[in-house]
């Protein structure tokens, strides 16, 4: 194990000088809460408070409202490392059957921590090498309104090239484990429908009622680990011969592409008289040695242990999609007794002081971890 060094003391009491706005930032977002592409608040509150210190900010980036940049140079020759941000809110389904956002995933922990740190390196006495890029990632509940209709926010910025300019990225989130995930599940989402007519005869056949039981008859054949019935509606008029519509989606996912592939094969052969469409691949994380040790040596000097190799992520994240694009890491900051993620008790917990001490640890982490990367020259 390495030993903690001058520069990771100086970096440590960085952060913790920031403690006073880390606690601001997750205070503002816990009490602004906001689905999916919809952040408009937190958005601009995380990058006007960059602005203010010195970032260069860009917001509306890869072709979202809510996306930000916000950048700063070091000044010596060095990397450049982005660090992904949230702030979107879990769309809660309540028992009368109506959608509320709350913070209840520690997003404003995260976005508290990842300011956090960003400020932490912006103060630093003697600067710091390379460049770091705090880039705000809109919509990273995969159940989420807007993100079913347009895709995550990670997942998105892929796709428009914003993560090819880095030489690292870094994503953290409040987790069971100290670690960098190896792997992750993937994941693709599968839109269908069929349309007919209605008929309150019994000897008029009614395509979108009947092929209901087939869907869910063949999704019941598969295990509940690779496919998730996400939503079935079914909706038309009540009058003779007019318009039926059956509409709806299946989450499937896989330990790769074509695993998916053939239980989505399965399902679409059984019942052949569905229209499918399907949405974009979220693919699963690539590993970076370099990066991960990076993350290790961080963990070392805060004096945390490190599991190297923590199996598989039981579930799909759109990160995936930037790990294929750039050396990066899912990093989990591990607390002993765990989080009770997308529940009350969960969006206690993230508001309270377990919430703001995992923010910390975040932010330390992070910076720690940036300033090993940045000082690796191009």
């Known amino acids: 194990m390495p030993d903690r060094t001058e520069r990771d003391d100086q970096i440590i009491a960085a952060v913790a000088a920031q403690r006073p706005q880390i606690e601001a930032t997750i205070e503002f977002v816990h009490d602004h809460p906001e689905l999916a592409h919809e952040e408009r608040r937190c958005a601009a509150h995380l990058a006007d408070l960059l602005g203010s210190r010195g970032f260069a900010v860009e917001i509306g980036v890869a072709g979202m409202e809510t ?61 710091f090498a390379g460049e770091v890029v705090v880039v705000g990632c809109p919509a990273d509940e995969i159940h989420a309104p807007q993100t079913v209709e347009r895709g995550g926010g990670k997942l998105l910025s892929a796709e428009a090239g914003l993560w090819d300019e880095f030489d690292a990225a870094l994503y953290a989130h409040p987790e069971f484990k100290d670690t960098v995930w190896r792997r992750s599940r993937c994941m693709r989402r599968h839109f269908f429908s069929l349309f007919g007519t209605r008929s309150l005869r019994d000897d008029v056949d009614q395509p979108p009622i009947e092929a209901i039981g087939g869907l869910l008859d063949a999704c019941g054949a598969i295990t509940r680990n690779d496919l998730m019935v996400e939503s079935i509606e079914l909706d038309g008029d009540v009058e003779e011969d007019t318009g039926l519509a059956l509409r709806g989606s299946l989450l499937f996912f896989g330990d790769d592409e074509p695993a998916i592939t053939a239980n989505f094969d399965r399902i679409a052969a059984a019942v052949p008289e569905l229209t499918w469409h399907p949405g974009p691949f979220v693919a699963g994380v690539r590993p970076d040695d370099q990066v991960a040790a990076a993350v290790a040596d961080a963990f070392a000097a805060m004096g945390r242990d490190f599991e190297p190799e923590p199996g ?67």
């Open 312 to 378: 598989m992520l039981p579930f799909a994240t759109d990160f995936g999609n930037i790990t294929q694009r750039v050396p990066a890491a899912l990093i989990g900051i591990g607390r002993p007794d765990g989080w009770s993620f997308h529940t009350d008790e969960g969006a206690e917990q993230f508001a309270s002081t377990a919430g703001i001490e995992a923010a910390m640890q975040i932010a330390t982490l992070l910076a720690l971890a940036t300033t090993r990367i940045t000082d690796a020259t191009r």
């Open 67 to 127: 996306a930000f940049t916000a950048r700063l140079a070091g000044g010596r020759p060095g990397a450049r490392v982005g660090l992904a941000a949230l702030y979107d809110a879990v769309p809660a389904v309540a028992e009368d059957g109506g959608v509320r956002a709350v913070h209840s995933c520690g997003h404003g922990p995260i976005a508290g921590a990842v300011t956090g740190a960003a400020l932490a390196l912006a103060g630093l006495d003697g600067g």
